[in-house]
Antibody, heavy 117, light 110 residues
C-alpha cells in the first residue's frame, strides 16, 4: 500500500528557510514522478513543484520559482522541498503526492508551514 | 482566483444525483486530461477520477466523470451523507506550464 509521510513543517519568520521531507513506501519510488501541492488555510489547492523519477527534471509554479527547490534521494525513498525567502503568503499545508501520467495518484497527510514574525 | 472555475457549493438530498462542473479553457481542459479529488476537512485529497472518466480501484461506479470541450463534470448518484466533502478538479495548463486546480466545491447532502 502506498504511503507518503511528510515532515519538517513549522513556524518560521519571514525571509527564513525550511526543508520539508516526504518519506515514501509501498511502491518503486525511483520509477515515479513526485510533486508538492499546498493548501492555504480554508482555501483551495495550489500546485507548487514536480520532479521526474530520476530527479533530472524539475518544474515550479511561478509563485515559488527561484525560492523553492525540489529534490529527491531515491536511495532513501525520500522527496524534499527546500523553502527559502519565505513570505506570509507561503503559509499553507504542504502535501507531497505521487504522480500518475496525468493526475496526482496518492497524497500524504500534509505538513503545516506557518510564516509569521 | 483559480484558473479552473467550479461552483462554490452544491447540495442535494440523500439518494439523489448531483453534478459538479469545472470550466477552463483550450490551454488546459481543452488539451489535457481532467482529474477529480475528494477532500474531507483536515485530511488529504483523494483521487476519484483520472483521465476524464476513469475510476481508480475502490471508487464506486456511482461516481463518474466526463469532459466536453473546455469543461468537465463530476457526477455522483445515490448520494450518501458520507459524500459530504470538498471536491476539486485539476488538469495541466500548457500556457502556464503547470498544474491548475479548481477552487473547490462543497457538497452538502441535505
Amino acid at each position: 500500500d502506498v504511503q507518503l509521510l511528510e515532515s519538517g513543517g513549522g513556524l518560521v519568520q519571514p525571509g527564513g528557510s525550511l526543508r520539508l521531507s516526504c518519506a515514501a513506501s509501498g511502491f518503486t519510488f525511483s520509477y515515479e514522478a513526485m510533486g508538492w501541492v499546498r493548501q492555504t488555510p480554508g482555501k483551495g489547492l495550489e500546485w507548487v513543484s514536480t520532479i521526474t523519477g530520476s530527479g533530472g527534471d524539475t518544474y515550479y509554479a511561478d509563485s515559488v520559482q527561484g525560492r523553492f527547490t525540489i529534490s529527491r534521494d531515491n536511495s532513501k525513498n525520500t522527496l524534499y522541498l527546500q523553502l527559502t525567502s519565505l513570505r506570509a503568503q507561503d503559509t499553507a499545508v504542504y502535501f507531497c503526492a505521487q504522480l500518475g501520467t496525468d493526475f496526482f495518484a496518492k497524497w500524504g497527510q500534509g505538513t503545516l508551514v506557518t510564516v509569521s514574525s | 482566483q483559480s484558473v479552473l472555475t467550479q461552483p462554490p457549493s452544491v447540495s442535494a438530498a440523500p439518494g439523489q444525483k448531483v453534478t459538479i462542473s469545472c470550466s477552463g479553457r483550450s490551454s488546459n481542459i481543452g488539451e489535457n486530461y481532467v482529474s477529480w479529488y475528494q477532500q474531507f476537512p483536515g485530511t488529504a485529497p483523494k483521487l476519484l477520477i483520472y483521465d476524464n472518466h476513469k475510476r481508480p480501484s475502490g471508487i464506486p461506479d456511482r461516481i463518474s466523470g466526463s469532459k466536453s470541450g473546455t469543461s468537465a463534470t463530476l457526477a455522483i448518484t445515490g448520494l450518501q451523507t458520507g459524500d459530504e466533502a470538498e471536491y476539486y478538479c485539476a488538469t495541466f495548463d500548457n500556457s502556464l506550464s503547470g498544474w491548475v486546480f479548481g477552487g473547490g466545491t462543497k457538497l452538502t447532502v441535505l
